[in-house]
């Protein structure tokens, strides 16, 4: 596999950075030690993805980044600082929706704005021109109860970007929606980030999304998880629709297969196919 590296890329001071991260959580069911020592850095303008087994601690990576959680050992850094809590310049996305149901479209992508302070007309020149970015500017007087799924999650996504990240971290956002309407805003998701270039670390289950968004893919071993590979992803930008029947495509996404395929069996047994 030519393209695949085993370590991420050496740390530059713009890097979002991490330094031999681990955590281990105690609660009253015990000790469990969820990320055991990663190091790399998700270089700028790049879109990361991570996959592993079910339980590796993909989700707990992405909490320490956004200072949701403190690593127990190690740091993470953005351009030089230590990730110490949440910061302005890092926004979230989750499976979940986040949408705030009494508040209409244009209300819930200026919200971040809001709190931040800006002054109404700003905020709402800003949050058209992210709702116009989803293709959502039919809905903006709309309450997300008159939305599809997937028109949610482009609302939550708006809302991120509204906020101008200079570091995106998504955990699974698509995870609750059918396999159309994923590969739908996935492509859109694409399409903007082709204009917005901001990092991105992206947590999926769902190996031919990674391969057709990122731009390395990061494996995660079971747990305790380290990074077992990393996967550069070679393809060239931008990406039509067609990508995914490249025959590159398909190579890298094997090897990813077989990849997640050993460490879901180390959690799972022989036979597991769960990324
Ligand atoms: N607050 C917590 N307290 C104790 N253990 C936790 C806590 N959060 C996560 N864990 C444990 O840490 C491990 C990693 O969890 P995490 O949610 O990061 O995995 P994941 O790879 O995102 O899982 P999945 O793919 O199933 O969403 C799991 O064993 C989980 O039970």
Redesign the pocket.
Known sequence: MSAASTQPATAQEHDVVFDNIG?T???A?GV?Q??ANVSGAIPEHKFVSVI????????????MVGGL?RPTQGTVSIDGETVTGPRRDTAMVFQEDSTLHWRSVLDNVAFGLEVKGMPKAERFDRARAMIELVGLQQFENHRPGQLSGGMKQRVAIARALAMEPRVLLM??PFGALDQQTRQFVGRELLNIWEKTRNRVLF?T?DIQEAVYLSDEVWV?SA?P?VVKEVVKIDLPRPRPAGTHAMPRFRELEDHLWELVKVEAEKTLGPGAQSA
């Open positions: 955590m959580f105690q609660s069911t469990t969820a990320v592993g087994p079910s339980g590796c601690g993909k989700s707990t990576l992405l909490d959680l955990d699974e947590i289950h995660m747990r998880s």
